[in-house]
């Protein structure tokens, strides 16, 4: 009878132990993250390996692609607001309605073709490896944002096709 409570007892002390350093860990980790540089292109530098002469040139790219990027997004803004206010007014004219969202999918292309540009640009200023899977992921989380909602709308699967 003593034994299983000693042992049950051990056990106790072990799990405490380990949730206890795997909360301090964890906790350590995300003070680290949170108290590092407040740079928003770090994750850059750690991720793709960059040198400070690359992430300087990258920096310049991404200062002066900024405005453009903002405008942008002010103008989808606007468009989207002036979307939403033709529907809730009822201005339920197809022809309105339409031409507002083709306005809104124009700006749209308009900017995603920009930001694939911009993201070419940056891949030229990394070394030929790291520029090269850096753009692979750019354009994975930019062109395939919609891709998953495509694929259930659709109803095809094409990761099942992918294993032939």
Known sequence: ????????AVALVVAAAVFGGAYYCAHYACVEQGATSTDDLDWLRMEFHVSDA???R?????????????????????????????VAAGTNTTAT???????????RQKCQSEML???EEVSRAMPPEQGQRYLAEMK???M?????????????????H???
């Open 58 to 86: 990258i920096r310049e790219l991404h200062d002066g692609y900024l405005p453009k990027c903002s405008d942008n997004c002010t103008l989808i803004a606007a468009k989207k607001r002036e979307l939403a206010q033709a």
């Open 162 to 164: 992918d294993q032939h």
């Open 144 to 160: 395939g944002a919609h891709e998953k909602v495509e694929q259930s709308m659709s109803g095809t699967n094409h990761a099942a």
């Open 54 to 56: 690359d992430l300087a």
């Open 1 to 8: 009878m003593r034994k299983p409570a000693v042992i049950l």
């Open 117 to 119: 540009a911009h993201f």
């Open 97 to 107: 309605l339409e031409r507002l969202r083709s306005e809104v999918a124009a700006l």
């Open 140 to 142: 994975r989380i930019t």
